[in-house]
């Protein structure tokens, strides 16, 4: 595979949406993990990683998910993924029961809509 990912952070009322864009293995995987910790303040009320435009998620951008919902929750914070009903990568997430953590909604809007309600 390839370090080629894409990474476009936006702050949505007090949500910060993370877009990630391209493939993510063990080569791209630390470098995602260190551009999101750095990109999310302490101060918001939580995050939407957006993964409708990944195209390849290996067990290293699964790990990567499941370490930052640890942190996120240490810090109070929550965690949503957005991706569409269709999308290949939920299968991935699926075998993996992802969801048990971190709640999969089908639409960045939704996942922010979720987040704000919760808090």
Sequence with gaps: MSDQV??????QDGVVVAYVEGEIDLASAPRLGRELASAIPNDVVGVVID??????????????????????????????????????????????????????ATTVEAAAAEIREAD
């Design 6 to 11: 894409v990474l476009t952070i936006e702050d």
């Design 51 to 104: 993964l409708s435009g990944t195209t390849y998620l290996d067990s290293s951008g699964v790990s990567l998910v499941f370490e930052l919902a640890e942190r996120m929750h240490a810090r109070q914070q929550q965690l949503r993924l957005a991706l569409p009903d269709g999308a290949p990568l939920r299968r991935v997430l699926r075998v993996v029961n992802l969801e048990s953590v971190v709640p999969i």
